[in-house]
């Protein structure tokens, strides 16, 4: 794969974090213009690649200004690259994720961020039936070898409506259903880079495609699409 992240993407970065305010940004912004269009090109070529194995409806790149009005962090620009890849909804559920951040911090993430009310009902109670179907995906050799663990927030005891001693619980506490992949700068750096996050993207995909039943049928298994 010839396209790949510049080295000037990351130390653009590095020198951000000591110098985040407008001034320097903006006696800087034609490079980081520059930076950003190269990029650009890695998460449009990393679309491509996953358009030959999954339906994707778009690329929503993440903008470097930092929306401070209701956070504490009061930094005006996020010092790192971030873009999200949509599958087509409604049939196909769960999203794709790139960050792109110096220091060893860059990661991809795959699954389930914010799930509306509904459908972390509708998960939950599909883990009080049956656990045994995800559990087989999740902790398959070579998805764990990729994968690993569900990352996320959870539920200290058991959401209202469950039993807290239930088998499955330690699934159904879950609030999110993320699964995160590190790499180092060097990982990211290397020519092999995009390859490597395409393979471990195709690999999530049992998951999506159980995840995604689950939520476009009702727990009769009737469709509701």
Known sequence: MSTQVPKTALDFFKNLEKNNNRDWFNDHKKEFKTIEAQVKQVYNVVMELLRK?????KLKMFR????????KNKLPYKTHFGGAFHRTKPQLRGGYYLHI???NESFIATGFWEPAKEDL???????????????????????????????????KTAPKGFSK????IDLIK????????????????DANFITKVDEAFKAIRPYFDYMSD???TDLNGVSLI
């Open 101 to 103: 951040q110096p220091n």
């Open 121 to 155: 009902f509708h998960i939950r109670k599909e883990f009080e039936m049956d656990d045994q179907e995800i559990r087989d995906i999740i902790n398959e050799p070579q998805f764990k070898s990729i994968w690993g663990d569900f990352v996320g927030d959870e539920v």
């Open 214 to 216: 689950v939520l476009t």
């Open 64 to 71: 470097i200004y930092r929306d401070v009005r209701f956070s």
């Open 165 to 168: 001693d239930h088998k499955a």
């Open 174 to 189: 879950k609030k999110q259903y993320i699964f995160v992949k590190k790499f180092t700068d060097k990982e990211v750096l």
């Open 53 to 57: 194995h999954d339906d994707i409806d």
